[in-house]
């Protein structure tokens, strides 16, 4: 079992950044990004396998993903924040030795961090 712990959230002012990060307790391959706004599903925002980085539309070109292999980290860094950007933000990591290519499912990952709060004000 591979603990997540997410770190880095808080508040910020619309155009401001913010960068989380997560560590993991053990062996993981992919690690990406899911988010869940009050009232919505839980939605990807960004993964990585193997250096191969994927982003969904809405936070591409204002976020950028990184992996620590050696640390077994993840981090996040999000710039050009927006008021739709208000989540809760989860780390979410697989082991399998397989890329998960283009938009993932919950599903593809098998360890979840407790989540950090993003909260963007207009």
């Known amino acids: 079992q591979v603990q997540l712990v997410e770190s880095g959230g808080g508040s910020v002012q619309a155009g401001g950044s913010l960068r989380l990060s997560c560590a993991a307790s053990?062996?993981?391959?992919?690690m990406g990004w899911f988010r869940q706004a009050p009232g919505k599903e839980r939605e990807w925002v960004a993964h990585?396998?193997?250096?191969?980085?994927y982003y969904a539309d809405s936070v591409k070109e204002r976020f950028t993903i990184s992996q620590d292999n050696a640390k077994n980290t993840l981090d996040l860094q999000m710039n050009s924040l927006k008021p739709e950007d208000t989540a809760m933000y989860y780390c979410?990591?697989?082991?399998?030795?397989?890329?998960?290519?283009?938009?993932?499912?919950?599903?593809?990952?098998?360890?979840w961090g407790q989540g950090t709060q993003v909260t963007v004000s207009s």
């Open positions: 053990g062996y993981t391959y992919c």
């Open positions: 979410a990591a697989d082991p399998r030795r397989r890329v998960l290519v283009g938009k993932p499912r919950s599903g593809d990952f098998d360890y």
């Open positions: 990585i396998c193997d250096g191969l980085r």
